[in-house]
């Protein structure tokens, strides 16, 4: 059984990453280049925006920190600025702010929950300063995290199929009319 407890309102984690790592001119699917990247950067030369971290609620909105990012590289194209050091540092500041919200929104789903056992799914699940943060975060207050083999954390794909073929084996569907037409929505929830 499923809850939505959250989604994103405009551009998801895994979404931001590779746009921004196309900003950066890296090649797609940009998230483990961009994080690679971020890796040889350096704290407080960037100051990005928290998008949504006090919003009260679990969603998401990360389009406007790609803007920021955006923003960034402009000013740095027209100062000939735009070199590997603030490539590496604007992706430093990219991620951090990306895993501070991202780590905020699940420790608040938790705390609302009641749930004591998290899961990081999906494209974004592979990056190691999410899986470092989080799992810091979850063991302080005595929780468990958990995460798919990283070959699994390539794309919600997987997860969607997963949770499908868990309802068919438990028979909690219905045969589709394979003589009419099928209703596919981009963003079906999990529980509908």
């Not at 890296?26 to 928290?50: C, H, N, T, V």
């Not at 789903?109 to 009641?114: F, M, N």
């Not at 699940?125 to 005595?142: C, P, S």
Request: include cysteine; aromatic fraction near 8%.
């Amino acid at each position: 059984q499923y809850e939505l407890l959250g989604e994103t309102v405009d551009d998801a984690a895994g979404e931001a990453f590779d746009k921004t790592a196309k900003l950066l001119g890296l090649d797609y699917p940009g998230g483990a280049a961009l994080s690679k990247l971020a890796e040889g950067g350096q704290r407080g030369r960037f100051e990005l925006p928290r998008p949504m971290l006090h919003s009260g609620d679990l969603d998401f909105s990360f389009s406007g920190l790609k803007t920021a990012v955006l923003n960034q590289v402009k000013k740095a194209e027209a100062n000939n600025t735009l070199n590997e050091n603030f490539r590496q540092d604007i992706a430093f500041a990219f991620v951090e702010s990306l895993v501070e919200v991202i780590t905020h929104k699940a420790m608040s789903a938790l705390d609302k929950t009641g749930c004591r056992d998290l899961v990081l799914a999906g494209g974004v699940g592979a990056n190691r300063q999410l899986r470092a943060a989080l799992t810091g975060m979850v063991n302080k207050k005595g929780w468990a995290v958990h995460y798919p083999p990283l070959e699994l954390c390539t794309d919600n794909g997987v997860m969607i199929a997963f949770a499908g073929a868990l309802r068919l084996l438990q028979k909690e569907f219905s045969p589709p009319d394979l003589q009419g037409s099928f209703d596919i929505k981009p963003r079906w929830e999990l529980s509908s």
